[in-house]
């Protein structure tokens, strides 16, 4: 029977890993694990850097990661490779954030799981495993719905000046930025889906104004129109969300499912605790 493992949930902004060690738990945080932006030697460094002088890596008997990128195989041999370097006594279940999501809300039932975050991500959970899925097209083509999206729109806005007077103001004394810097960012410098996404937050800031309403809503139907409604599974059991966006913006996501009359279930800005409980259960 275990008795030390590490729950580790990573997203493409930042990573949380919580360490059970018997009936003590405690919580690691480093930046986001993605195999598509960091090599395995990054990773490696980061998940040392992270755990240095905190616990001993040899007493870990398994380690259960989720994350982002996952449904590619060499992204999986890149995250296993890693965990296996660095905690080389631990069984490894190494699964897509989509699962962690899953298994979260929805423990041992069937439901729709979605992820409204830096990205976003949908599919159908039989109570074991996704047996659907979205197509995953990131943030150049797809992630409806998600930070990304949602601060690409707020840029938009503003490079465009369709944002109104008041607006205008308030991005620009928030930001300090102009336009170089931002098309810099985007298209010269590393991890621009993160870039994008920080402008979300703009959003939360400004609620009540009809055109953050307008983004807002628009970007989250987006999310439903792309995906949601294409899924049959939709209409016959709860849908739920994870993430920041969707936790943020949840009133939103409940008043679109009600105009297309889904049935909203558990709305959560982390998985861990719900990782933490169906873990629990296991032998």
């Known amino acids: 029977m275990r008795k030390n493992y590490i729950i580790a949930d990573s997203g493409a902004t930042k990573c949380q890993w919580t360490v059970v060690l018997g009936k003590e738990k405690k919580t690691i945080n480093t930046i986001g694990i993605s195999p598509y932006f960091l090599s395995t030697d990054q990773i490696i460094e980061t ?8 616990i001993n890596p040899e007493i870990i008997d398994a380690v259960y990661f989720y994350g ?7 992204n999986v041999a890149s995250i296993k490779k890693a965990l296996k370097k660095v905690f080389s006594n631990a069984t490894l279940d190494i699964q897509t954030d989509l699962v962690a ?3 979260a809300t929805c423990q041992n039932k069937k439901g729709v799981a979605c992820i409204l975050g830096t990205g976003s991500n949908t599919g159908f959970y ?13 943030y150049v083509l797809g992630d409806e719905g998600s930070g990304a999206y949602l601060g690409k729109k707020v840029l938009q806005y503003y490079l465009y000046k369709t944002f109104d007077e008041e607006l205008m103001h308030s ?20 991890l621009p889906n993160r870039y994008m996404a920080s402008f979300a937050e703009f959003l939360s800031e400004h609620r009540g104004h009809y055109m953050i ?5 628009d970007g989250i139907n987006d999310f439903f129109f792309a995906h949601l409604i294409k899924l049959n599974e939709s209409w ?18 409940k008043q679109l499912a009600t105009a297309y009359e889904l049935e909203i279930g558990k709305i959560v800005k982390s998985p861990m605790l719900g990782l933490i409980e169906f873990h629990k259960k296991e032998k």
């Open 47 to 54: 998940i040392n850097k992270g755990f240095s002088k905190k």
């Open 101 to 103: 999501v899953a298994r």
């Open 171 to 190: 991005f620009e004394s928030k930001y300090k930025i102009n336009k170089d810097q931002i098309l810099d960012a985007i298209y010269k410098q590393p």
């Open 213 to 217: 309403e307008n983004i807002i809503e």
């Open 236 to 253: 016959l059991h709860p849908i739920h969300f994870t993430g920041s966006v969707a936790y943020v913006f949840r009133d939103t996501i």
């Open 68 to 74: 982002t990128g996952l449904s590619n195989p060499l």
């Open 126 to 138: 039989n109570g074991k495993k996704i047996v659907k899925n979205s197509p995953g097209l990131g």
